[in-house]
C-alpha cells in the first residue's frame, strides 16, 4: 500500500511521540506512530553490551513519579513496575568527604551522615522542601511547574502569581517570601544550605536535572527537577526502556499502529495546514504517503521539525530564523559506562555506604562550588572539552543494580551511566567531532580520578568500560539534537510559554493542525509524560480530541478563550 489514512500521524516514537500517542488512541481516534529507528522508546533506552549486563545511553532515572499519566494511561496495566530505592544519592570529595542523603523513605541516613561533619543536624535544599511537606503538596507543587500548560498569550499574570508560586504560597506559606520570586537556586543554596560540599552537591544535581542554578528567577524550575527525582525514588525496573514499552503497550492497547524503520522525510502541507508525511528513502516503505485526516504532531526537535521535514516555502523567514537561532546550551553528556566486579569503596568514613544504603548516584568530587563552576564555564564559554583535572571533572557516577538486580548476572556491577556536563558538539571551538577527538584522554582522566576517589576502582575490578559521548548521542538518536538531555538551553527565557520560542509555546505552530510534542517544548528534556499532558488541553481546546471521563486537565490550567474550555 502507498498510502494510508489515520487522524493522527506521529513523527518520532521517542517519549513524547509514544505517549501523546497512547493518550489520543485512548480518545478513541485512529493513531499512527512512525519511528524511525528499528525500535521505539527513543532516549529511553538500555542497551546489553554484554548479555545480561543493563547500560543507560541516555536517560537513567524516573523523575515522572507525580505525572497523571501513570494512572490515565493504566501503565501498571501494561507492565510498569517501579523499583524504589533506599539511598538515592551520596556525596565524596578528594579529601575523604563520604555523606550519604539517603532518600525519600530515609531521611535520617542523611541527617545522621551529614551531621557527622557539620554537627547540625542535615539541612539540604530539598530538606528544606521534603522535610516540610506531605506527599500530595509535592506532588501537586511539581505539578504546577511541569503538568501544567503554558498560559495563552492572552493571559497576562505577574510572575509571583504563575501557577508554581500559587502552588508554593498554598503548600508552604511559611516560607513563602516574594524575594524567592527573583532568586537563582544557587542564591538559595547560599542561604539556606551552610556545607560548602552539600552546596555544591546540590548545585551540581540542580543542572544535570533541569534548570541551570544560575538563572535568576528559575529558582523553582531549578529546584523542582532535584525534587522530581527526589519524589519519584527509584527507576523503572530493568531500567528506562521498561517504562517506554508499558507506554507503547498502553498505546497499541488502545488500537495505535507502531511503524518502526519508518524515517519521515517530509511533512506535507496543503494551504497551510499540515495534512500528512511522506517517509523517505530510509524508511522500509520508502515515499509512502501517510494521511493525517486530524492532525499531524511532530515529536521530534523544532530544528528537524521546521528546518528540514516542512518546505520553507510554506514558513515566514523570520520565523525560520527564530528557529535558527533557538541555542542548543543544554545539557550535553559524555556517558561512560563501567562493568566491574566491586561497588566503589570511597574513601573517607568506610561505613559511609553500606550496601544496604548504598547510593543510587554518587556525585564527585564535590569539594568547593568553585568544581561546579568551572564546569559551567567549560561546558558553556570556553566550550572546548574538559581541562584534566578534578576541579573540571566533577561526575554523577550512577548505579542502580545494588536495588535492581536484572540490571547485572550475580557477583557483577554495573556503574551506568557516568555523567559529565561536557560542550555540546555545535558549539564546540574544535567543531562538531572535538569531544570525540578528546574521548581517550577524558575518559582515562575520569577513571584516574574515580580510583583517586575510590581506590578499588582499579583494573583487577573493571571488567570494561563503554563509552557515549553527545556526538554519539546524536547519531543513535536523530532527536538527541547537541546530545543534549534537554533539547534546548534550560534558562530562564527558555520555560513556559518561550519553550522553544515565542511563537511554539503552546505546542501549536503557525502551520494548521501540526503541532510540537517534543522535549524542545516546555516543560523540556525528562521522559514526564508532560509534554503529551500539556498538550492535550490544547488538542481539547482546538476540537481534535475529545477524552472520556479518565481525563482530569491540571488545575491552573487556562483556556485559550478564542477556543472554549473544559470546564
Ligand atoms: C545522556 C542523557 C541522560 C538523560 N537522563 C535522563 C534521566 O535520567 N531521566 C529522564 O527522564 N530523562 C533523561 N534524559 C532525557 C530524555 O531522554 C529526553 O528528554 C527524552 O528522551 C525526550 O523524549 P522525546 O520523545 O522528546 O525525544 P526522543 O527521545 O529523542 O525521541 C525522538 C524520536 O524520534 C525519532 N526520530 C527522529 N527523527 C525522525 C524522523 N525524521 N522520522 C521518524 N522518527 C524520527 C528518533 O529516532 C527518536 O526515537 C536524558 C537524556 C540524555 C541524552
Known amino acids: 500500500m502507498r ?32 519511528e524511525e529507528r528499528p525500535e521505539c522508546g527513543g532516549g529511553q533506552e538500555n542497551t546489553e553490551p554484554r548479555p545480561g549486563f543493563r547500560i543507560d545511553p541516555h536517560a537513567t532515572y524516573l523523575y515522572g513519579g507525580a505525572a497523571p499519566g501513570f494512572e490515565q494511561l493504566d501503565l501498571a496495566k501494561y507492565g510498569f513496575r517501579m523499583v524504589y530505592y533506599q539511598s538515592m544519592a551520596g556525596l565524596v570529595t578528594t579529601d575523604g568527604v563520604a555523606a550519604n542523603l539517603g532518600g525519600r523513605w530515609n531521611r535520617e541516613v542523611a541527617q545522621k551522615s551529614v551531621s557527622y561533619y557539620t554537627g547540625q543536624d542535615a539541612v539540604g535544599a530539598e530538606e528544606v522542601f521534603l522535610g516540610s511537606m506531605g506527599d500530595d503538596g509535592l506532588r501537586d507543587l511539581l505539578r504546577s511547574i511541569f503538568w501544567t500548560p503554558p498560559l495563552p498569550d492572552s493571559v497576562e499574570i505577574e510572575p509571583k502569581d504563575a501557577p508554581m508560586w500559587q502552588e508554593f504560597r498554598k503548600q508552604l506559606p511559611g516560607l513563602w517570601s516574594e524575594r524567592l520570586v527573583e532568586m537563582s537556586f544557587l542564591d538559595f543554596l547560599d542561604e539556606f544550605v551552610p556545607w560548602e560540599p552539600l552546596r555544591t552537591f546540590q548545585a551540581f544535581a540542580a543542572w544535570y536535572c533541569g534548570a541551570h542554578p544560575g538563572w535568576d528567577g528559575m529558582l523553582l524550575p531549578s529546584l523542582g527537577g532535584t525534587l522530581l527525582v527526589g519524589y519519584s525514588s527509584g527507576s523503572p525496573r530493568g531500567g528506562m526502556h521498561s517504562y517506554a514499552h508499558a507506554i507503547i503497550r498502553s498505546a497499541i492497547a488502545n488500537g495505535a499502529r507502531v511503524i518502526t524503520n519508518a524515517s519521515v522525510g517530509e511533512i506535507l502541507v496543503k494551504d497551510g495546514r499540515a495534512v500528512g508525511v511522506k517517509l ?52 550535553s553528556l559524555y556517558v561512560l559506562s563501567v562493568l566491574c566486579r566491586e561497588l566503589p569503596k570511597y574513601h573517607g568514613r568506610e561505613d ?137 538551553r534550560q534558562s530562564e527565557d527558555q520555560w513556559f510559554g518561550s519553550r522553544p520560542i515565542k511563537e511554539l509555546g503552546r505546542y501549536k505552530t503557525p502551520i494548521e493542525n501540526l503541532y510540537l510534542c517534543n522535549h524542545t517544548s516546555h516543560p523540556g528534556g525528562l521522559c514526564l509524560m508532560a509534554v503529551p499532558y500539556n498538550l492535550m488541553h490544547v488538542l481539547i481546546e482546538d476540537k481534535i480530541a475529545s477524552p472520556g471521563n479518565w481525563w482530569y486537565p491540571s488545575p491552573y490550567y487556562v483556556a485559550d478563550t478564542k477556543k472554549g474550555s473544559q470546564n
Open 3 to 34: 498510502e494510508e489514512h489515520f487522524d493522527i500521524v506521529v513523527v518520532g516514537g521517542g517519549h513524547n511521540g509514544t505517549t501523546i500517542a497512547a493518550y489520543l488512541a485512548k480518545c478513541g481516534l485512529s493513531v499512527c506512530i512512525l
Open 280 to 331: 523517505d528513502d530510509k524508511a522500509s516503505y520508502p515515499e509512502k504517503t501517510i494521511w493525517a485526516d486530524k492532525a499531524v504532531i511532530s515529536a521530534v526537535d523544532v530544528k528537524q521539525t521546521f528546518l528540514k521535514l516542512i518546505g520553507q516555502t510554506h514558513l515566514d523567514a523570520s520565523f525560520v530564523q527564530k528557529v535558527r537561532d533557538v541555542s542548543l546550551k543544554g545539557g
Open 352 to 488: 559511609a555506604f553500606p550496601e544496604e544504603v548504598y547510593p543510587s548516584c554518587v556525585a564527585a568530587p564535590v569539594d568547593s562550588i568553585d568544581f561546579f563552576h568551572t564546569q559551567t564555564k567549560d561546558a558553556y564559554s570556553k566550550k572546548k572539552a574538559p581541562v584534566l583535572t578534578k576541579e573540571h571533572l566533577t561526575m554523577m557516577i550512577c548505579q542502580h543494580d545494588v536495588y535492581d538486580r536484572t540490571r547485572c548476572p550475580e557477583g557483577y556491577h554495573v556503574l551506568s551511566p557516568i555523567y559529565l556536563e561536557v560542550p555540546p558538539p555545535q558549539y564546540d571551538v574544535e567543531g562538531p567531532e572535538g569531544i570525540n577527538r578528546h574521548k581517550d584522554e577524558i575518559t582515562k582522566a575520569a577513571l584516574d580520578l574515580l580510583e583517586s576517589l575510590a581506590p578499588n576502582m582499579n583494573s583487577n575490578n573493571i571488567v570494561e568500560v563503554f563509552l557515549n559521548t553527545p556526538y554519539d548521542s546524536e547519531f543513535r538518536n536523530a532527536g538527541m539534537s547537541g546530545g543534549n538531555w534537554y533539547g534546548a
